[in-house]
């Protein structure tokens, strides 16, 4: 099975930063690749799709690229809002594997 | 709206069973794959099974192979998760989410508000 890692695990970051989260498959997935955010108590939040599709109504300051195994989670511009742990997921083929997570926090 | 409703959750013990339920509005059920996703307290999201629109394909994380068993009844708009042999770790919240399409395993777009199952003697 094809197994997601994250990197960092854990990040603090000031208001107004660019955060940026590694996901790291151990195959290539091609661009099947979803990114969700996870407020604390909530259930998950789809994000971006495809490696770099923006899900409606997701802010555009989040961004999502690469392919093959290496894909990257970009927020432009930190926001308090934006406090949460996110995951990566690959998909199309079973088992739908997430990552470990990465908890996002304001410095 | 996409509405997905778990229930079912509970305190059971160790090789007991239980069987969850999702009531699904707002989309038309039969046409979409779904599954289910649990999350441990205080850990990450571990997506546990997923049924395509049909019913005639069903997959399965290895931790819970040939114990899970995932169905749903398109009649009632109900997906469902049969538990048997739980066991200690088996203890998480259990979600309910829908596939963006039918019949091709992709992403979840919509989830519940989840269930929690905790395995306890």
């Known amino acids: 099975d094809i197994q997601m890692t994250q990197s960092p695990s854990s990040l603090s970051a000031s208001v107004g930063d660019r955060v940026t989260i590694t996901c790291r498959a151990s195959?290539?997935?091609?661009?099947?690749l979803a990114w969700y955010q996870q407020k604390p108590g909530k259930a998950p939040k789809l994000l971006i799709y495809?490696?770099?599709t923006l899900q409606s109504g997701v802010p555009s300051r989040f961004r999502g690229s690469g392919a093959g195994t290496d894909f990257t989670l970009t927020i432009s511009s930190l926001q308090p809002e934006d406090v949460a742990t996110y995951y990566c997921?690959?998909?199309?083929?079973?088992?739908?594997?997430f990552g470990g997570g990465t908890k996002v926090e304001i410095k | 709206q996409v509405q997905l409703v778990e229930s079912g959750g509970g305190v059971i013990q160790p090789g007991g069973s239980l069987r969850l339920s999702c009531a699904a509005s707002?989309?038309?059920?039969?046409?979409?794959?779904m599954h289910w996703v649990r999350q441990a307290p205080g850990k990450g999201l571990e997506w546990v099974a997923g049924?395509?629109?049909?019913?005639?394909?069903?997959y399965y994380a290895d931790s819970v192979k040939g114990r899970f068993t995932i169905s749903r009844d398109d009649s009632k708009n109900t997906l469902y998760l049969q538990m048997n042999s739980l066991r200690a770790e088996d203890t998480a919240v259990y979600y309910c989410?829908?596939?963006?399409?039918?019949?091709?395993?992709?992403?979840?777009?919509?989830w519940g508000q989840g269930t929690l199952v905790t395995v306890s003697s």
């Open positions: 989410a829908k596939d963006r399409t039918g019949g091709l395993n992709t992403y979840q777009d919509s």
């Open positions: 707002g989309f038309t059920f039969s046409v979409f794959d």
């Open positions: 049924i395509w629109f049909d019913g005639n394909n069903k």
């Open positions: 195959q290539a997935i091609s661009n099947y």
């Open positions: 495809a490696a770099s």
């Open positions: 997921q690959k998909y199309k083929s079973a088992p739908l594997t």
